[in-house]
C-alpha cells in the first residue's frame, strides 16, 4: 500500500461569533495552506480536503461570491434525502405537460393523479417506490425528487458568505500593509 505524504500545513483559525442576525449562527472553521477545510457550526459540522485548489493562497478559494451550490456538494455530497413534496410536485407537473401535449386522456391523468395521494408519496420514499411499481408513466424515476439538508444549505448560503466577508477584509488588509511597506521611505 502506497501512502502520499503532504508537509506539514500551516493552519488558521477563524471564529465567528454570532452576529445577533436571525439565524446567522456561529461558526468555528480551520483551514490550512494544503487545501484542509474544516468547521464546526450551529448548521452542522462539516470537511473536505482540496490538494489542487488552484490558487496560491488558499484563502483565496473562498473568496469567491456565489459559490454556495458548489461548496454545499463538496461539504454534503449526495445522496441526499428523500423530498416527498418536490417529488409531489414533479409527478404533477409531469402528469398536467402530458395532458397539455395531448399525450394522455383525461381518465388517465386523473388515475395517475390519485395514485400518488393512494400510495403516500408525499409522506415517505417507500410511498414513492410503489407509486414508481404501479405509474404507467414513462421515465418516472424523473419526477423523484431529493434534497440537500437545509441546515447545509444554510451553512453554505450564511455562514461561507460571513467566512468570505473575513477572508476579503483579512486579504485586503495584509495587501494594504505590505503596500505600505513598499511605498515607505528607506531609512537614511
Known sequence: ??????????????????????????????????????????????????????????????????????????????PWPYDGEATVKA???????????????????????ERIEDCGVEESLIGAHEWYTTTTMDDA???IEHSPPPQAVHFCKVTLQRFADVIRAELAAERAATEEGETACPPT
Open 91 to 113: 409527478i404533477k407537473e409531469r402528469i398536467l405537460a402530458s395532458r397539455r401535449e395531448k399525450c394522455w386522456d383525461r381518465v388517465r391523468a386523473r388515475m395517475e393523479w
Open 1 to 78: 500500500m502506497t501512502t502520499k505524504t503532504y508537509p506539514t500545513p500551516k493552519l488558521r483559525w477563524y471564529y465567528l461569533p454570532s452576529t445577533g442576525a436571525w439565524r446567522d449562527g456561529y461558526a468555528m472553521i480551520v483551514i490550512g495552506d494544503n487545501g484542509y477545510f474544516s468547521a464546526v457550526s450551529d448548521y452542522g459540522n462539516y470537511a473536505y480536503f482540496w490538494p489542487h485548489h488552484g490558487c496560491k493562497d488558499f484563502r483565496e478559494f473562498f473568496r469567491g461570491e456565489d459559490q454556495w451550490d458548489y461548496m454545499l456538494r463538496k461539504l454534503c455530497p449526495k
Open 141 to 143: 424515476y424523473e419526477c
